[in-house]
Nanobody, 123 residues
Framework: QVQLVESGGGLVQAGGSLRLSCLQSGRAFVMYTMGWFRQAPGKDREFVANINWSGEDSNHADFVKGRFTVSRDNAKNTVYLQMNSLKPEDTAVYYC????????????????WGQGTQVTVSS
């Protein structure tokens, strides 16, 4: 069984930065592709970024390119999402997820999910 715990969310002004972390426990971290998703009130969960097991391949949603960066530290069993130039429309609960397969942007393709961390960006 895989457990995922996100941290690092909070309240920030527009233009500010946050770094989210997701710690995985339970299975070998290197076996998993990791993804970040977000869900705003009244909206569907949407893809933000993902990264393969080695960290050499990643994808970012168009609306975060140039602002957010996904990375991972396999020695620490942790995946990160560095978020810069935050906008009020980035306000959402951010989730990390894991899957034992190649990169995917489909949330239904992920097997394990964290509990989420709230990010609120004020204007």
């Amino acid at each position: 069984q895989v457990q995922l715990v996100e941290s690092g969310g909070g309240l920030v002004q527009a233009g500010g930065s946050l770094r989210l972390s997701c710690l995985q426990s339970g299975r070998a971290f290197v076996m998993y592709t990791m993804g970040w998703f977000r869900q705003a009130p009244g909206k569907d969960r949407e893809f933000v970024a993902n990264i393969n097991w080695s960290g050499e391949d990643s994808n970012h949603a168009d609306f975060v390119k140039g602002r957010f960066t996904v990375s991972r530290d396999n020695a620490k069993n942790t995946v990160y999402l560095q978020m810069n130039s935050l906008k009020p429309e980035d306000t959402a609960v951010y989730y990390c997820a894991a899957r034992r397969a190649t990169l995917s942007v489909d949330p239904f393709g992920y097997d394990y999910w964290g509990q989420g961390t709230q990010v609120t960006v004020s204007s």
